[in-house]
């Protein structure tokens, strides 16, 4: 693995947490994205996360500070692009986006540059050809709150070299990931394709009026044993992404329930400002929301 410069286009909530926690363990980052003002919002939630990596993880100050130093943002690409061993790409979820993103990117990037997508939704074969150079192309996916969520999901195609994606495993390791291949493409890799089918049917459950948000979460946390139930984790993905999941589902399938969960995510949720734990109220209020009460779990 020869992989010293990383560059990570998008710097939205996950790409800045990945260019940060890339640099906090020791590897060269620059960000990019499509103007200064972008760039001048990301360091603000980096600098943010510096406080986050010394709560949660122990790290000193000067252990934060030296990994926002290994940072460098620039909104030129061919700039940013230029001496990147490993381009990481966590642009917004638009193939036509994406796309223009990769043949511009394949036309300055260094020969020898690896490029990763962080995408989860979309397969890197959609891309693949995009990009000029699909052997050395694939996915990297990350979960958000990257530095304690550290799950890394490295997912080929059918063009990529065996020799390339065994170096981003070795990358995902060293930056304190666990690594997780995917040797076969599938939607949603393996969290989404277990996390989205619980969320989509605890909030059937609450629109058919089966039962409360509260019951419904408990009984997947006793029987389970989970730290949180569905509606807990809905609050830290955030109701906006849960509504635009419905809806898209809706426009897909015509299924009159997922029209219903989009409805009531938009009224009663989003239309009232309860966007999740962000805003400090989704379908629980924080900061200290009855499932993390002691007794929530009691008779």
Same mark, same amino acid.
């Given at each position: 693995?020869?992989?010293?410069?990383?560059?990570?286009?998008?710097?939205?909530?996950?790409?800045?947490?990945?260019?940060?926690?890339?640099?906090? #363990?020791?590897?060269?980052?620059?960000?990019?994205?499509? @103007?200064?003002?972008?760039?001048?919002?990301?360091?603000?939630?980096?600098? @943010?996360?510096?406080?986050?990596?010394?709560?949660?993880?122990? =790290?000193?100050?000067?252990?934060?500070?030296?990994?926002?130093?290994?940072?460098?943002?620039?909104?030129?690409?061919?700039? *940013?692009?230029?001496?990147?061993?490993?381009?990481?790409?966590?642009?917004?979820?638009?193939?036509?986006?994406?796309?223009?993103?990769?043949?511009?990117?394949?036309?300055?990037?260094?020969?020898?540059?690896?490029?990763?997508?962080?995408?989860?939704?979309?397969?890197?074969?959609?891309?693949?050809?995009?990009?000029?150079?699909?052997?050395?192309?694939?996915?990297?996916?990350?979960?958000?709150?990257?530095?304690?969520?550290?799950?890394?999901?490295?997912?080929?195609?059918?063009?990529?070299?065996?020799? /390339?994606?065994?170096?981003?495993?070795?990358? =995902?390791?060293?930056?304190?990931? /666990?690594?997780?291949?995917?040797?076969?493409?599938?939607?949603?890799?393996?969290?989404?394709?277990?996390?989205?089918?619980?969320?989509?049917?605890?909030?059937?459950?609450?629109? #058919?009026?089966? *039962?409360?948000?509260?019951?419904?979460? #408990?009984?997947?946390?006793?029987?389970?044993?989970?730290?949180?139930?569905?509606?807990?984790?809905?609050?830290?993905?955030?109701?906006?992404?849960?509504?635009?999941?419905?809806?898209?589902?809706? #426009?897909?399938?015509?299924?009159?329930?997922?029209?219903?969960?989009?409805?009531?995510?938009?009224?009663?949720?989003?239309?009232?400002?309860?966007?999740?734990?962000?805003?400090?109220?989704?379908?629980?209020?924080?900061?200290?929301?009855?499932?993390?009460?002691?007794?929530?779990?009691?008779?």
């Amino acid at each position: 693995m020869n992989f010293n410069n990383i560059t990570v286009a998008g710097s939205g909530v996950l790409g800045s947490q990945i260019a940060y926690q890339i640099a906090f #363990k020791g590897f060269n980052v620059t960000v990019y994205d499509i @103007n200064d003002e972008a760039l001048e919002r990301a360091k603000d939630r980096i600098l @943010n996360l510096k406080s986050r990596y010394q709560a949660d993880l122990g =790290a000193t100050e000067a252990e934060v500070n030296a990994a926002f130093d290994r940072m460098m943002f620039n909104s030129d690409l061919s700039a *940013a692009a230029a001496n990147a061993d490993l381009v990481i790409e966590a642009i917004p979820e638009v193939v036509q986006i994406k796309t223009d993103f990769y043949k511009q990117l394949g036309q300055c990037a260094p020969a020898n540059t690896v490029f990763a997508t962080n995408s989860s939704t979309l397969l890197p074969s959609q891309f693949a050809e995009a990009t000029g150079r699909p052997e050395k192309f694939l996915a990297l996916h990350f979960a958000n709150e990257i530095w304690k969520n550290n799950t890394a999901e490295i997912m080929k195609h059918p063009g990529t070299d065996m020799a /390339v994606f065994e170096d981003v495993i070795a990358f =995902a390791k060293a930056i304190g990931m /666990v690594a997780l291949p995917i040797h076969k493409e599938q939607p949603g890799y393996i969290l989404n394709s277990l996390l989205v089918p619980l969320l989509e049917a605890a909030q059937q459950l609450l629109v #058919k009026e089966v *039962a409360d948000v509260e019951t419904i979460d #408990k009984t997947w946390m006793v029987a389970t044993g989970a730290p949180m139930g569905p509606f807990a984790i809905l609050d830290v993905v955030g109701i906006n992404t849960a509504y635009n999941i419905g809806l898209a589902k809706a #426009k897909a399938t015509g299924n009159d329930i997922f029209e219903k969960i989009a409805k009531i995510l938009k009224e009663d949720y989003i239309d009232q400002g309860k966007l999740g734990a962000a805003t400090g109220e989704g379908f629980y209020k924080y900061p200290n929301p009855s499932f993390a009460q002691p007794d929530f779990l009691k008779n």
